[in-house]
């Protein structure tokens, strides 16, 4: 059973940083891209960053490049994404994905507050 667990949320100041890790389990990881999506409120979910299954690739949406980081550790299952100059526009809740045969799974997401 996949299963993915979102952690380090919270309120932050603009220009700050914040680390979200997602924990994932259930399914071979080190063979899948994984991604991070947000949702603002009253807003679409929208794409942020994903990462390939060796940690090699990567993209990026046009709002974060240059300011968010996706890493993964294959051997933790884990993977982060590391969010420097945050705006209040990045307010959301972030969630971590994957896509397995031919499904989409979500967390339950972190919410992340860029707030002075």
């Known amino acids: 059973q996949v299963q993915l667990v979102e952690f380090g949320g919270g309120l932050v100041q603009p220009g700050g940083s914040l680390r979200l890790s997602c924990a994932a389990s259930?399914?071979?990881?080190?063979?899948?891209?994984m991604h991070w999506y947000r949702q603002a409120s009253g807003k679409e979910r929208e794409f942020v960053a994903t990462i390939s299954p060796s940690g090699s690739g990567t993209n990026y949406a046009g709002a974060v490049k240059g300011r968010f980081t996706i890493s993964r550790d294959n051997a933790k299952n884990t993977v982060w994404i590391q969010m420097n100059s945050l705006k209040s526009e990045d307010t959301a809740v972030y969630y971590c994905?994957?896509?397995?045969?031919?499904?989409?799974?979500w967390g339950k997401g972190t919410l992340v507050t860029v707030s002075s």
């Open positions: 994905n994957v896509q397995r045969l031919s499904a989409n799974y």
């Open positions: 259930g399914f071979p990881f080190s063979s899948y891209y």
